[in-house]
């Protein structure tokens, strides 16, 4: 399960060494595309078959399964790590999510996020500060789902 968060760096034409613990759980075969938030996402090709799926089965005729399409698949790359663990963060990604020098991975079970530190350090702060809001939401939707 890949969870946990790790700090990084950005080295040199946009390098970055993916955490060994990350590694072991995510493979080698690896897709990058933009993610909500300002961050990037990064899965495995088994994890990007099913977003792509979920592509495929929606119809193009309805507008947000085309811009859903058009912003992640649209923008993905494939991704090849060194014997490392490190790759480089193509140009598009790194301006998307606004990338410094300093940069943290977040586990999320069946994928990894890719945040600048500044932008994930105001993140939680949001986050503490409501996520007893967010809880209630959350509840509420899967009351009406399960009702």
């Not at 663990?85 to 943290?104: D, M, N």
């Not at 990894?112 to 949001?126: L, N």
């Amino acid at each position: 399960m890949i969870i946990g968060e790790y700090k990084g760096k950005v080295g040199e034409k946009k390098r970055v060494s993916l955490p060994a613990k990350f590694r072991e759980e995510i493979g080698e075969e690896l897709i990058l595309t933009r993610g909500y938030e300002e961050a990037l996402i990064l899965v495995n090709k088994e994890m990007w078959q099913k977003v792509a799926q979920n592509v495929i089965d929606g119809s193009f005729t309805d507008k947000n399964i085309r811009d859903t399409s058009r912003f992640l698949v649209g923008s993905a790359k494939e991704i090849e790590m060194d014997s490392q663990g490190r790759f480089v963060i193509p140009e598009a990604l790194f301006t998307h999510a606004g990338l410094g020098s300093e940069i943290v991975f977040i586990g999320l079970v069946n994928r990894i996020e890719i945040w600048d530190a500044q932008k994930w350090s105001q993140r939680v702060e949001y986050l503490q500060k409501h996520g007893d809001e967010i809880a209630q939401e959350i509840s509420k939707m899967s009351a009406q789902r399960n009702g």
